[in-house]
């Protein structure tokens, strides 16, 4: 598409240019085999409930369904936002699009089994387990499956992306584009990051430490994660220094418990094109004992730039400001109402 082109064509809501209106062979096939992927959740035909007990039970596989189906609805989603922002269909798009389509394809089971165990292990066993666990080792063996099949997907992601990137120039990205497409690249870089830490967390606990084979899957918790990129102008008559500036941030947040322990952390790095790079963060403990008693700890640091009308509003504007910073802890302890 040519620059005239480029300039008339509608935006999308995240701010890219919609490339991809018309719909490829290879986005068709995409798309279908999602759609089968979805199918092969379900129950089988051979296995129609033939009483009510039956029903019952099938329809207990429902909460676990509905996991699976919104896990393969986030890398569907996933791929068709990057047809619709850059509209490629040349070789190494069908090469990495089908590899993708063969991951999901085989992801589809252990899936299934991750998230039925887990469901079962929620409730106690209400809720049915597609798998006979014996021993940490099966549950090793479980979470190292479903993490080869996690990070096959995102490295598909990945190497999407990091083709876009590479042919930015040749499709007349903008700095907003770029932007955004790094910051996609930065998510599936550390979404295969917390794979192989599962990988290695599953491989390593059954044999050396059983009693934490479950971290493997918490590491998944890990992937609160994203990107965001703003851009501020100002329009005056007077000159001014810089009237324009772009902010491109990239975060990560974990969330998990161990027992009768909470911990919370979180970063973000924020690239202000006028006051530079900046990674702030935080991190909260919590304890809970004697039945109601919750003690917590928490620091975290901020970053935030002023912003133009702060340094040019007439008469108020100060151009010399910096960005604020700060640091803050506290140690707490509460006591819950018991029901």
């Known amino acids: ?11 999308m809501a995240d701010g890219f240019v919609h490339r991809g209106r018309q719909v490829t062979r290879l986005e068709t096939f995409v798309d279908a085999a999602f759609a089968f992927a979805v199918t092969l959740l379900v129950i089988s035909i051979d296995e129609i409930p033939d009483s009510r007990a039956a029903l019952v039970l099938a329809l207990k596989a429902v909460p676990s369904f509905a996991a699976c189906f919104a896990m393969i609805a986030m890398f569907w989603a996933a791929h068709a936002r990057w047809s619709r922002r850059y509209g490629f269909d040349d070789a190494a798009s069908t090469t990495l699009s089908l590899l993708l389509v063969f991951v999901v394809l085989v992801y589809v089971y252990p899936l299934r089994l991750q998230f039925g165990v887990f469901f079962a292990w929620v409730t106690g066993g209400w809720l049915p387990s597609p798998m006979r666990i014996k021993s940490a080792a099966d549950v090793g063996f479980m979470f190292l499956v479903y993490g080869l099949a996690f990070a096959m997907m995102s490295l598909c992601m990945l190497g999407l992306y990091a083709h876009a ?17 790094a910051g996609e690249l930065a998510i599936y870089v550390f979404y295969v990051a917390v794979a192989m830490l ?10 050396y430490a059983p009693q934490w084979i479950g971290v493997a899957g918490a590491a998944y918790a890990l992937l609160s994660a994203g990107a965001d990129w703003q851009r501020d102008a100002v329009e005056s008559d007077t000159e001014f220094d810089v009237t324009q500036r772009d902010n491109t941030g990239v975060f ?7 027992g009768a322990h909470r911990l919370q952390a979180s970063v973000r790095n ?4 006028q006051f530079g790079s ?6 909260g403990w919590g304890l809970a004992f004697a039945g109601n ?3 917590t700890a928490n620091y975290a640091t901020g970053f935030k730039a002023p912003t133009f009308n ?17 640091k803050g802890y506290n140690l707490g302890l509460a006591r819950y109402a018991q029901d």
């Open 1 to 11: 598409m040519n620059a005239t082109g480029e300039a008339q064509a509608p935006r």
């Open 165 to 181: 990137w590479r042919r930015r120039d040749a499709v007349g990205l903008d700095a907003g584009e770029r932007a955004r497409t």
């Open 198 to 207: 599962s990988i290695v967390l599953a491989s390593w606990a059954p044999w």
């Open 252 to 258: 990560a947040e974990y969330q998990g418990s161990f």
């Open 270 to 273: 924020d690239d202000n094109e």
């Open 278 to 283: 900046h990674t702030t963060g935080g991190i």
């Open 293 to 295: 008693f919750r003690l």
């Open 310 to 326: 702060d340094l040019y509003y007439p008469f108020f504007g100060k151009p010399d400001l910096r960005p604020e910073e700060s």
